[in-house]
């Protein structure tokens, strides 16, 4: 657990360096289960207009699919849906099953781009898991990324 937890903070402290950042959090799941009711926000502190955005995936060898789907929600500031999508995010190789993204051990991280509409005002984003079981095992963290 512990080098779980020094694995986490040196790769915090590491993407901390990015120019390029202008928004970045994640959410530890704290059973290393994503519940099919448990959704994953993150608030803006102001509006931020729209920009590159990444979803990141911190997942381990527990992690029983090959892929995993999502549906984001944007909110605005009034909590009204600006936008809803069904998103597919590869974490395996479907021939080799090799782990996709970075890690070592039998903990990984995956990025992927999130398709978000240009030119929208964005308050919240939240996340659920669409994988169509109760407790998605072996998920420990979902994170965003905003860039300019």
């Known amino acids: 657990m512990k080098l779980r937890l020094f694995y986490f903070l040196t790769v915090m402290i590491l993407w901390s360096c990015d120019s390029e950042r202008v928004f970045e959090k994640y959410q530890g799941m704290e059973t290393q289960y994503w519940h099919i009711n448990d959704t994953v926000s993150f ?3 102001s509006p931020l207009e729209a920009s590159a955005s990444l979803i990141a995936v911190k997942y381990n060898q527990d992690y ?11 909110m605005d500031s009034m909590g009204n849906e600006v936008e809803s999508q069904l998103v597919n995010i590869p974490l395996f190789e479907s021939t080799s099953g090799k782990p996709l993204g970075e890690g070592f051990g039998s903990t990984f ?3 992927d781009t999130l398709p978000l509409e240009l030119g929208e005002n964005y308050h919240s984003i ?6 169509r079981v109760d407790q998605l095992k072996g998920i420990e963290a979902v994170g965003l990324k905003r860039t300019k």
């Open 43 to 45: 608030y803006f502190e």
């Open 64 to 74: 029983e699919f090959r892929n995993l789907y999502l549906r984001y929600f944007l």
């Open 109 to 111: 991280t995956r990025f």
């Open 126 to 131: 939240h996340f659920v898991q669409y994988m």
